[in-house]
């Protein structure tokens, strides 16, 4: 089972709050601009994400979504 | 500990005209969740206000009317009298809700209309470029008072939620704020219960949020979390301040 | 069915539960304060919804959201009332919902008096509340005419998708004439699912109504606002109204006159044709649309010298009888305002001055 954590790059308005908020300093702005003029979130060190929805709780674009990857060998129901 | 996290059916996909930063997201995106687990986006009508909200239709996926500014808990006294049936909310700022639209609040808690009324208190008039507000605090420099207010000339803010807890009618009254998750978690918990009373047909509710406005307080996203947390919550404490039992 | 004795007031509230409206709101005012006495017992009774709200600007926005969500609405109010229920006529006329209002004009500007009179001709017809809107207005001239104009209200305000207003004036409202209620009158509300905000379970559909009348996107007011023309031109086509009196004698003065004033001048004319002296009257039934071509028509008689609009005011409805005469034949103007109500004798009187000075 695994996470899949998708930030919304041209939905993010570079705001800062989830940056402040993670738990485990995962997310820092991008310096690449959106196509709004914004500056993003982005997950700089994904390795240390849990995954624990504090970004997407504090997110106002929710912009961040976080969904869970069924693995092959449980798709074939029968 | 892992969790999953997905924009609620009850939320548009449109991006918000919102500032960067502005907790009127964070807000729409709770009534949008509450409306979802409670299974109540069929029957729900939203009343938008006059103020950076004006817009908010545009981003839920349910009945919507526009209100003038002030008057929306007038409007919701006339959906819900002739169909009680319907989850009626209504969404103000402080302009709308403690300046031109005082007496219609007033009398709609008092008369205990059994709609739901989400207050956003920022303690400015954020869509017209920060003007005072009723919930201005003392010494706050605004666009109309440029030099602070002055409570000598202009009084002290007024305490929404405190006010309407004075009313004899029963009601269920709280602030809260989105300033931090730890906030978010409890203030959804709040607007759950707002809504339940309503589905219950038990009283008004409302659910007053202490909310920051980077833009016209010419602070960063965060650096206005923090001021508002400094500033606001000594004056605005949180809590509930009436239980309709 | 039978006639019964009934005050105005009484009469226009009874008439709202006739044509099927069970929902008021609405704030108490000198001289219409009955309607609101009547319909707190009333209502309950037809187990429908009777609210007085706080200010007349609050049930003008009650009004709105119970018409927003799909049901028949209506208020009653008196001209200081209708002034600050002005802005939600502007919002309900802009957001094309179907209510009913009933003025029953007092003396005015200001607080003005508590007798009746025809001076808010203008705020009904022209305006009132800001922007490009009308209102379908018609004037009843007996408490028998404001019933049937009542419950025509409710299907006419729905056929438009249009606020509609019955001006009435504090003597209509007050007094006690014989009424008959027609039950023929009645009409079935008309669905609309296709734009109120009745709930999306209540319409079995997955799409959301939204009723608005903010247009900030260029181009989209304007077509908004050519949208409501287009509405108003086919009220001019199909909703006028108005009676006649003695037209088809040789008249030599034509009288314009709605509601209690018309009334006044039956009796002159009566008293004028005994002496000898023929005048006509056209009575508008409605104000908007107004009956230019009738009175176009009418003043272009050979024979007719003067045109001579009575009213209840300093001079109001006096600007649309000039602009539909089209200076075919002279328009004068006489009025009494603050309550007086000329005599049947003055009317002669100021009628044969016009005429003399010719």
Not at chain 3, 30 to 44: C, G
Request: glycine content about 8%.
């Amino acid at each position: 089972m695994s996470y899949q954590h998708t930030i919304d790059k041209d939905r993010c308005k570079g705001c800062g709050l989830c940056v402040s908020v993670c738990p485990k300093n995962v997310l820092e702005l991008s310096d690449e601009v959106n196509t709004m003029g914004y500056f993003p979130a982005y997950r700089a060190r994904p390795e240390d994400c849990i995954y624990c929805t504090t970004c997407c709780i504090m997110c106002p674009d929710v912009a961040i979504t976080i969904t869970k990857d069924v693995e092959e060998s449980q798709e074939t129901d029968q | 500990m892992a969790k999953t996290y997905q924009k609620p059916e009850a939320l548009s996909d449109q991006p918000t005209h919102y500032c960067p930063g502005c907790t009127h997201g964070i807000i729409h995106r709770l009534v949008a969740e509450v409306i979802d687990e409670l299974g109540i986006r069929g029957q729900a009508v939203g009343i938008a206000p006059v103020g950076c909200a004006v817009l908010a239709y545009n981003y839920f996926t349910f009945d919507f009317q526009e209100a003038a500014h002030g008057r929306a808990p007038a409007m919701a006294t006339g959906i819900k009298r002739v169909r009680p049936d319907l989850i009626v909310f209504t969404y103000q700022g402080d302009g709308d809700l403690a300046s031109i639209g005082m007496g219609e609040i007033i009398h709609a808690a008092n008369r205990g209309e059994k709609f739901t009324t989400i207050f956003v208190n920022n303690t400015v008039y954020g869509m017209t470029g920060g003007q005072m507000a009723p919930t201005t605090l003392p010494g706050q420099r605004t666009t109309t008072s440029p030099g602070g207010r002055n409570v000598q000339d202009v009084g002290m803010p007024i305490k929404i939620a405190e006010l309407l807890s004075a009313l004899q009618t029963p009601a269920y009254i709280t602030r809260q704020t989105v300033l931090k998750p730890k906030y978010i978690v409890r203030a959804k918990k709040a607007v759950k219960k707002a809504f339940q009373y309503q589905m219950d047909g038990r009283c008004f509710s409302l659910v007053e949020f202490v909310s920051t406005c980077p833009t016209n307080w010419g602070k960063t996203p965060v650096e206005a979390i923090q001021w508002a947390e400094e500033n606001m919550l000594p004056y605005y404490p949180l809590g509930e301040f009436k239980l309709p039992d | 069915m039978g006639k019964i004795l009934m005050k105005g007031n009484e009469a226009i509230g009874e008439a709202a539960i006739r044509a099927g409206c069970l929902n008021y709101f609405a704030y108490p005012i000198t001289p219409q304060s009955e309607v609101a006495e009547y319909l707190s017992r009333r209502m309950p009774e037809e187990g429908g919804v009777f609210l007085q709200g706080e200010s007349e600007v609050a049930v003008g926005y009650m009004l709105f959201g119970a018409a927003g969500c799909g049901e028949r609405v209506f208020t009653t109010s008196s001209s200081p009332g209708i002034s600050l229920m002005s802005e939600a006529i502007s919002y309900i006329a802009s957001a094309e919902l179907p209510v009913v209002f009933v003025n029953i004009v007092r003396g005015g500007p200001g607080l003005g008096g508590i007798l009746p009179s025809q001076a808010d001709y203008f705020q009904a017809t022209k305006g009132g509340g800001h922007g490009d809107y009308h209102l379908l207005v018609m004037a009843p001239a007996s408490v028998q005419e404001a019933v049937e104009m009542v419950m025509t209200a409710f299907p006419l305000a729905e056929k438009y998708r249009n606020p509609v207003m019955i001006l009435g004036d504090g003597l209509i409202g007050q007094m006690m004439e014989p009424v008959e209620f027609s039950d023929r009158l009645t009409s079935k509300p008309t669905n609309k699912d296709d734009w109120a905000t009745n709930g999306m379970d209540t319409r079995k559909r997955k799409d959301r109504n939204l009723v608005k009348t903010l247009f900030l996107d260029a181009g989209q007011l304007e077509e908004h606002n050519l949208a409501l023309k287009a509405k108003y031109d086919r009220m001019k086509q199909e909703e006028v109204r108005y009676e006649t009196y003695n037209i088809d004698s040789d008249y030599r003065a034509l009288i314009v006159s709605y509601g209690t004033m018309s009334r006044v001048c039956k009796t002159a004319i009566d008293n004028m044709k005994a002496e000898g002296f023929e005048a006509a009257m056209i009575r508008p039934q409605t104000l908007f649309p107004f009956p230019v071509l009738p009175i176009r028509q009418a003043a272009s008689k050979d024979g007719c010298e003067a045109v001579i609009s009575f009213e209840l005011s300093m001079g109001q409805m006096v600007e649309d009888v000039e602009r539909s005469v089209q200076g075919k034949c002279p328009v004068y103007w006489h009025g009494k305002a603050g309550g007086e109500i000329p005599t049947p004798e003055e009317v002669v009187d100021t009628v044969k001055s016009f005429v003399k000075t010719k």
